[in-house]
């Protein structure tokens, strides 16, 4: 149980152009998803917290007009990147949210976005 | 706002060795949680164990084990009798209790365990 996938697993654009990232919670719904960024060899760092029916909360530095987020429904979450540039290209992690008393996050396998 | 520090980038050691991986934090909360992901060369990434700050007792799942010394924040990570698919990159990592907040991760200490 609690498996999140994610799709694509990679993806190469050029410049300029938008990709779209979803996140869906497979056998669970999630009323919290949480996106992630991954540059090589770092830490995750948060970008944004989606919750279900309502705006997402960006982290201090992430721009929100770059980044859209939108969780429409319990179990799916899209972020999308717009006029992606070479410096947007990074590892990028999704997570839901059960809920209950753990506060644990289970992780999308990732997708990998490289911008031409 | 609350951080994580990992001060042990890389560390290897021989195949059924015990290893010990360092994480302090600081916080001004109370209640929170503390986890330790693994993340192998597929960057999946994988729950270790998990803590939580109002149980005294020390978390063990298996022969991963942790140390949680609430008073210093310091949160160890123990690998017992490790093995070759422990290779990966560990993340110490921070979230508060009650609320449905991200988590707060550490850089990382990058394992080898060596055949």
């Known amino acids: 149980g609690a498996v999140v996938s994610q799709h694509p697993s990679w993806v190469i654009c050029k410049s300029g152009t938008s990709v779209k990232i979803e996140c869906r919670s497979l056998d669970f719904q999630a009323t919290t998803m949480f996106w992630y960024r991954q540059f090589p060899k770092q830490s995750l760092m948060l970008m944004a917290t989606?919750?279900?029916?309502?705006?997402?909360?960006?982290e201090q530095g992430v721009e929100k007009d770059k980044f859209l987020i939108n969780h429409a429904s319990l179990t799916l979450s899209t972020l999308t990147v717009t006029s992606a540039h070479p410096e947007d290209s990074s590892f990028y992690i999704c997570?839901?949210?059960?809920?209950?008393?753990?506060?644990?996050?289970?992780f999308g396998p990732g997708t990998r976005l490289t911008v031409l | 706002a609350q951080t994580v520090t990992q001060s042990q980038p890389e560390m290897s050691v021989q195949e059924a060795e015990t290893v010990t991986l360092s994480c302090t934090y600081d916080?001004?909360?109370?209640?929170?949680?503390l986890f330790w992901y693994k993340q192998p060369p597929s960057r999946q990434m994988i729950l270790v164990i998990r803590q939580e700050a109002y149980k005294q007792q020390n978390a063990t799942e298996n022969r991963f084990s942790v140390n949680f010394q609430k008073a210093a924040k310091s949160f160890s990570l123990k690998i017992s009798d490790s093995q070759l698919g422990d290779t990966a990159m560990y993340f110490c990592a921070f979230i508060p209790g009650g609320g449905a907040d991200g988590l707060t991760f550490g850089k990382g200490t990058h394992l080898i365990i060596q055949p």
């Open positions: 989606s919750n279900e029916g309502s705006k997402a909360t960006y």
């Open positions: 997570s839901a949210q059960t809920g209950g008393n753990y506060n644990e996050q289970f």
């Open positions: 916080t001004s909360e109370n209640n929170y949680y």
